[in-house]
T-cell receptor, first 114, second 113 residues
Framework: GDSVTQMEGPVTLSEEAFLTINCTYTATGYPSLFWYVQYPGEGLQLLLK?????DKGSNKGFEATYRKETTSFHLEKGSVQVSDSAVYFC?????????????FGKGTKLSVKP | DTEVTQTPKHLVMGMTNKKSLKCEQHMGHRAMYWYKQKAKKPPELMFVYSYEKLSINESVPSRFSPECPNSSLLNLHLHALQPEDSALYLC????????????FGSGTRLTVV
């Protein structure tokens, strides 16, 4: 079945450091790919998405490129801030997928120190 | 309005109580979802409503009873819960059942005592 694997955390960085959170997926066909962010005590917010190969999703300085050849959707940010501290979930919906099949990775906790 | 609103934000209930969680969206989304999230885990799907009809029940115990009174509202009725049911309950919606990115509410933090 479809699945998402993302790097285990926690990840601790200093402010202004470069961030990469790795995400790879297994799916038949062409899934849509997402990054969600969950700040402490809150629900999930859609950070960015990409629906086809080579698409780049971007938002708030974060970027991820849909790489079909490597089945990856790595999250990057050039300069993190303390306010980026949160848990980040990579997720997919299978192509032509049935309802409710938003499949999550296990999440990566990011802590940014001043 | 681009939000999913959940009430209450926090709920403490005894094992013999009956309570309800509420979820509302006014984005015209036709699919709505209930998820359960335990600490340090990703959300787990519980129920899916598509065009106001229950379409998926992920083998959830009957002490959880969903209801969709109309296309904007989703309820989760709780009865005789167990302490292990304590979790963050998230509601989400999407434009259509196939999904194109879900919009999540901020959740209800439920504690069963």
């Amino acid at each position: 079945g479809d699945s998402v694997t993302q790097m285990e955390g926690p990840v601790t960085l200093s402010e202004e450091a470069f961030l990469t959170i790795n995400c790879t997926y297994t799916a038949t066909g062409y899934p849509s790919l997402f990054w969600y962010v969950q700040y402490p005590g809150e629900g999930l917010q859609l950070l960015l998405k990409a629906t086809k190969a080579d698409d780049k999703g971007s938002n708030k300085g974060f970027e991820a490129t849909y790489r079909k050849e490597t089945t990856s959707f790595h999250l990057e940010k050039g300069s993190v801030q303390v306010s980026d501290s949160a848990v980040y979930f990579c997720a997919l919906i299978g192509y032509g997928g049935s309802q409710g099949n938003l499949i999550f990775g296990k999440g990566t906790k990011l802590s940014v120190k001043p | 309005d681009t939000e999913v609103t959940q009430t209450p934000k926090h709920l403490v209930m005894g094992m013999t109580n009956k309570k309800s969680l509420k979820c509302e969206q006014h984005m015209g989304h036709r699919a709505m979802y209930w998820y359960k999230q335990k600490a340090k885990k990703p959300p787990e799907l519980m129920f899916v409503y598509s065009y106001e009809k229950l379409s998926i029940n992920e083998s959830v115990p009957s002490r959880f009873s969903p209801e969709c009174p109309n296309s904007s509202l989703l309820n989760l009725h709780l009865h005789a819960l167990q302490p292990e049911d304590s979790a963050l309950y998230l509601c989400a919606s999407s434009q259509n059942p196939q999904g194109d990115g879900y919009t999540f509410g901020s959740g209800t933090r439920l504690t069963v005592v």
